[in-house]
């Protein structure tokens, strides 16, 4: 076992974190909820240039061939700042699914990373909480030499700025099907919405959409799998930009708590605070301990990969809760305003949380597997 | 011991309640339900306590001359409980509990007269200035500073914290008179119009999108000698009998069974697996242990209503109120969060009429959502749960 980075690994997070601590500061990062999309054009050029959106794609495909270890690196740094891009949508949930389509998609992978195409999973139904299983009520049918895609989704996160979708639904005799729409199709209707973190989401009303046979990804078990594999990916890279995030929450609030003077003396002073201190160092370590163990079971069969990835957001998520709500704690009134980075770490932590399925659902995953 | 209600408040609860029905409009209350976020919209805050008014209802914790009814501490309980159950808007808590109790108290008889009965009218918002940058947790060393110069003070200085400045005319401030003496000694109770020269009010954005607290920055503000309530010097006493006279509110309670009501619906209306959450055993337990915990709050709040002789100091019995209560806000708050799953991370516009409508999303969502955030606060303001918990372990147990 060897748990220090590789050299490709610290050239990768030393450019992320140069080009990440210059560029979403506080304030650049709350100046664009007023974009439409939420999309920050500039940072998605730079993604493209450092190769970010490559990195998940098989070298045979036009990719870097990166691990999931070197994607978690990326996302640390990026949960550091609370970024709140589509990355993980496009480059770790789109490129996966569209890598491993029954027939890949390189045209698209192409567009990806040279940053002109992003991708959002249109997968969430009213009523199912993370769940996800057959039947549902998104349907996919024959209709002339193609189908017909109709339904409620709900929370696509990343969909408002997507140039793509990636739609699942049940077609008869298959079950599961993944379907790639273009974003700008006529036939959906669109609500779109920011998210606490200030990433956008959308519910997209299928009013029969059609499209074209080719649009299909991948039907039945093998889109199932497919999208298990995808989500799961995902979930882990999140994982990471939570430990990313409670790990600057740590550095943010320990340089508070020697900075801040009440009655007479920094604040840090008071053991009240420092054992509140401590508890939270405690819970981010194993919280990165929790992340290590996930990622060494990320390539193994569908069950071990969930199951383990599961303890993993149990213990990331419990520490996420304790670590977001002590730093404001330790801020005082200052850490319930916008004006402080402790807040947006807050939100940021939650969003990943109810994003990737809540503590609630990992635990009855873990509980059944 | 005689843990029995007195006969008269099931009736009195029937009275408040069929009451409130009658008089609350349905926008103010279902703003409140759907909207509420941590405080009363002000002006809703201000219309329903003219409402109050007219039956003498908007202050009746106050003494009869004054205009209170000469309701026992359980009635006053039942009243607020009925009020808040029904989604009825606070009202200004800063004119009602907080500077009116001390006006009548302490104030000049031309103070009674030109401010208790706006205050029993709703005819404007107060602002509270007490807490300053520096001097949150350690109050008695605050700053801001009142010179005496013929006949006004001046004022420099700044606030923080103040909710609702904005909307604020006027509001009661503590500030330093005198520099020499030990912290506590030197800091007077002053009343001042927030439309003076001088005056700047700053909205500070917070954490669940909204923007109702604020920085109020005193340059030069000018002040008459007579805005100071009673002696000069005497600032803290009164600040302390403020909040003294407020000992059970810290706790909660009302907001605590209403809360806890909202989570119980919707764990009854939020699907899994075809079965209502409120039909799965984790879940199940959540909220039993929640119910347990108001149950015992709502006791300990009793005792103290009930004027129980306690075994330990008064002080730290109110503690015990505010460490139960803000804990449990925060705990339900969290529940509804995860009641509501992904849903409960959605962010909502500021303005009111930008609001969605849209039936996929229950329709406490967006109160449920914005509260739990500001609920963080909950462990801080008046006095963070740390602070309280040195308290308790020195006027308990003299540690």
Redesign the interface.
């Known amino acids: 076992m060897d748990f220090n980075y590789s050299d490709l690994q610290r050239m990768l997070l030393d450019s992320a974190e140069r080009f990440i601590t210059e560029h979403f500061t506080l304030e650049h990062r709350r100046s664009l909820r007023d974009s439409a999309n939420g999309l920050d054009e500039v940072a998605w050029a730079t993604f493209a240039e450092l190769g970010w959106l490559a990195l998940a794609i098989p070298e045979d495909l036009g990719g870097l061939g990166g691990t999931q270890a070197d994607i978690a690196v990326l996302a640390a740094a990026t949960g550091g700042k609370c970024v709140s891009q589509p990355v993980i949508s496009t480059a770790v949930l789109g490129t996966h699914i569209l890598s491993g389509a029954t027939a890949p998609r390189t045209e698209l992978l192409e567009q990806i990373v040279g940053g002109a195409a992003r991708i959002a999973l249109v997968h ?1 139904e ?6 996800g299983a057959a039947p549902r009520a998104v349907t996919l049918t024959a209709d002339g030499d193609g189908f017909a895609i109709s339904g ?1 989704k ?2 696509a996160l990343d969909a408002p700025s997507a140039t793509h979708l990636i739609v699942s639904a049940m077609l008869e005799g298959e079950g599961f099907a993944l379907v790639l729409v273009e974003a700008d199709s006529a036939g959906m209707s669109v ?1 779109n ?6 990433s956008r ?1 959308a ?1 997209i009303r299928f009013e029969t959409l059609r499209v074209h046979g080719d649009a299909v990804l991948a039907t039945g078990k093998k889109a199932e799998a497919l999208l298990m594999e995808a989500l799961d990916r995902a979930t882990l890279a999140r994982l990471a930009q939570s430990v990313g995030s409670m790990e600057e929450i740590l550095r943010i609030c320990s340089a508070y708590l020697k900075e801040r ?3 007479g003396q920094p604040i840090g002073k ?1 053991q ?2 420092q054992h509140i201190m401590a508890d939270m160092f405690v819970v981010t370590h194993q919280a990165r301990s929790a992340l290590y163990q996930a990622l060494a079971h990320a390539e193994l069969s569908a069950a071990e990969r969930s199951r383990a990835l599961s303890l993993a957001a149990i213990t990331i998520g419990e520490a996420g ?1 304790l670590v977001s ?1 002590q730093g ?2 330790l801020h ?2 200052y ?5 402080y980075e402790i ?1 947006h770490h ?2 940021y932590l ?2 990943l949380e ?2 990737s399925g ?4 990992h ?2 995953r873990v509980g059944q597997a | 011991m005689d843990f029995q209600f007195d006969d008269n408040l099931v009736e009195f609860r029937q009275m408040v309640r069929e009451a409130v029905k009658q008089d609350l409009p349905a926008d103010i209350r279902e703003g409140q339900r759907r909207f509420g976020g941590n405080q009363s919209d002000p002006h809703d805050s201000l219309t329903w306590t003219k409402i109050l008014a007219k039956r003498g209802w908007s202050v009746p914790h106050w003494p009869v001359e004054y205009g209170g009814q000469n309701w026992s501490p359980m009635q006053l309980f039942v009243f607020q409980d009925e009020l808040t159950r029904a989604f009825a808007p606070d009202t200004c808590w800063g004119g009602t509990h907080m500077c009116g109790p001390v006006i009548y108290t302490f104030g000049s008889e031309a103070q009674k007269e030109r401010f208790l009965p706006a205050i029993i009218n709703g005819d404007f918002y107060w602002a509270q200035g007490f807490s300053e940058p520096g001097n949150g947790s350690d109050l008695a060393n605050l700053r801001t500073s009142a010179t005496r110069k013929g006949d006004v003070y001046v004022v420099n200085g700044q606030k923080i914290w103040t909710s609702c400045a904005w909307m604020a005319e006027w509001g009661f401030f503590l500030v330093r008179t005198d520099p020499t003496v030990k912290p506590q000694r030197g800091i007077s109770f002053l009343l001042i119009n927030m439309k003076s020269p001088g005056i700047t009010v700053r909205r500070i954005p917070q954490i669940n999108g909204e923007a109702e607290l604020c920085e109020v920055f005193l340059d030069n503000v000018e002040v008459p000698v007579e805005n100071m309530v009673g002696e000069e010097g005497a600032g803290w006493t009164y600040a302390k009998f403020l909040l003294d006279h407020e000992r059970t509110t810290s706790s909660f309670i009302y907001f605590n069974k209403r809360d806890l009501r909202i989570a119980q619906d919707i764990a009854a209306n939020q699907m899994l697996d075809g079965v209502p959450l409120s039909k799965h055993p984790r879940f199940q337990g959540r909220l039993a242990q929640l119910e347990a915990e108001v149950t015992a709050l709502e006791w300990s709040v009793l005792r103290v209503l009930a004027n129980e002789q306690f075994q330990y100091n008064e002080t730290a019995a109110a503690s015990v109120l505010k460490v139960a209560g803000s804990r449990l806000q925060q705990t339900i708050s969290e529940l509804h969060l995860d009641l509501l799953g992904a849903q409960s991370i959605r962010q909502f516009p500021f303005e009111v009429h930008d609001r969605p409508n849209s039936p996929l999303w229950p329709d406490v969502t967006e109160n449920a959502n914005q509260r739990a955030l500001i609920q963080r606060a909950s462990t801080i303001y008046g006095g963070t749960m740390q602070v309280q918990k040195n308290i308790i372990a020195k006027l308990a147990f003299d540690l």
């Open positions: 969430g009213p009523g199912e909480r993370y769940a409620q709900l929370l609500e919405y920011p998210l606490l973190d200030g989401a519910d003077q009440q009655f008071f009240a605070l809760q709500r404001i704690q005082g009134g850490g319930v305003t916008d004006e807040s807050y939100r939650l969003t109810k994003i809540d503590l609630d659902y635990m009855s």
